[in-house]
């Protein structure tokens, strides 16, 4: 009877690797407790696959996932302990008999719990759900009294019949899109004609947090976090707003990355006569190319802004760089109290998909959750194909997909997974487990090195002994025939 045709309403960890396309289905056990100690896990004896569930609160949802996924937990589902205001099931508050009265105290949550990450969950592998106080209570009393119960954790994404659009959300000063930018570059070629992609920029309204304002010398509220005196704005990245990397040099960098795509990259034309627009491939090879020469050279203090760092990495890139700057400034520059027209298009797409988390990827318009890996991205894009093409057929299974696509196998191959090891930085993240034909030659090398070993140790054991004996006999009698009476001793 707690079966439900729609699913029960929950949320997902901005952690752990969740197997898009893919499913989780099994018994789901009850830790009872909040899995804060690990003095608990030997008591934790479930018979594998299974799923864990754990309270909320006392200490970091990563805390309690590490704890699970050391007690072989294949899945989490956190238990809500604090209902929602807007649950119409939750109990609110009595009103308070006088001023001194705390009993009143608001007993729910005005907003859902996110489970970000505390900045040490890049170990975590398995996936998390928090499931509602509503819905966990009701499966923790079933659990207490011994009654099983069965869970499917599902990954499904927006499926396309043609095309898959996926999406980075990000901002230059991000470092948790550093790998991905810098290694993501040949799985998008690989994909190249079946899906394309599109970079957004976080950039905060300026307006709307009160930094704008002053005059046309950007003298604003935020002088050193905003560019249009006060109207586009990011986090000062080193977190120092008197030195190093600022805000509006964030806000600066975010534009031109915006126009290289938009030039090289984007799938749609917009032509002006100052500033002419080709059409991209949906892969940007410039872009990418851009990014991880930036992140090489120039993503450090003394060169984020640097004209000269920048103008190499045009050059390194094979990007026009008058054509880019001319689109900086057409868009409306950075100067003064004028809006920016590809500034805003990105503050506006950023509200209307409710991005409130940066970095974050979609498939198909859909947040991809977990950690922002080469691996976890491509496996969602493959998920997101009603067909897929046939580099995910050939290297979604494998243990480290960003191998597989690295090697290319030869035609007669097809279907194994490559060796791990040999180009790539090192990004994906992928398992120890290798194709059946390393397994096989592995075996075979290994049989023939210990085939090796053993005769060589033979042997040398037989030519110890022969000395052995040849010197005992040495004291008893001449050996004149050395070599007969060798043989006679083996």
Sequence with gaps: DLFKE????????????????????TNVYYAGGDMCNDSSLPDLEFPSPFILMVDRGGCTFVKKVRH??????????????????????CTPPPPPSSSDDTSSVLSCETSEPIMADDGSGSDISIPTFLVFKRDADVWKDRLSNNQPVQVEMQWSLPISETTVQYELWTSPGDALSRNFL?????????????????????????IRAGCSGGDNNNNNACPTLCTNNGRYCATDPDGDLDHGISGADVVTES????????????????????????????VGNEFWEYNREFLSECDNADNFSNN???????????????????CMKDSGGLEGDVPNSKLELEIKAEIERGIVIIPTASVNQAAIRGVLTVNTVFDAICAGFSSPPPICTRCQACPDPEQCVLQKPPPHKKGVCPTQGGGGGGSGGGGDVVGRTTVLGSTLLLSGIFAGMYLWQ????????????RGILAEYMPLEDKEAEEDQML
Excluded at 6 to 25: C, N, Q, S, T
Excluded at 182 to 187: A, C, D, R, V, Y
């Design 6 to 25: 729609e699913g029960y309403d929950h949320r997902e960890a901005l952690f752990g690797v969740p197997p898009y396309g893919g499913k989780i289905a």
């Design 68 to 89: 699970a996924q050391h007690a072989g937990a294949a899945g989490v589902i956190i238990a809500d302990n604090t209902c929602l205001c807007r649950d119409p099931d």
């Design 182 to 206: 810098s290694f993501f570059q040949p799985m998008a070629q690989a994909l190249a004609g079946s899906a394309y992609f599109t970079p957004h920029y976080h950039i905060y309204d300026g």
């Design 255 to 282: 534009l031109r990355r915006i126009c290289i795509w938009n030039y090289y990259g984007s799938t749609t034309t917009t032509t002006t006569a100052a500033a002419p627009q080709q059409q991209g491939d949906g």
């Design 308 to 326: 000269n760092c920048i103008r190499s990495i045009y050059e390194t890139a094979k990007i026009d760089g008058t054509v880019i700057e001319r």
């Design 458 to 469: 033979q042997r040398r054991n037989q030519m110890e002994v022969r000395d052995e004996v």
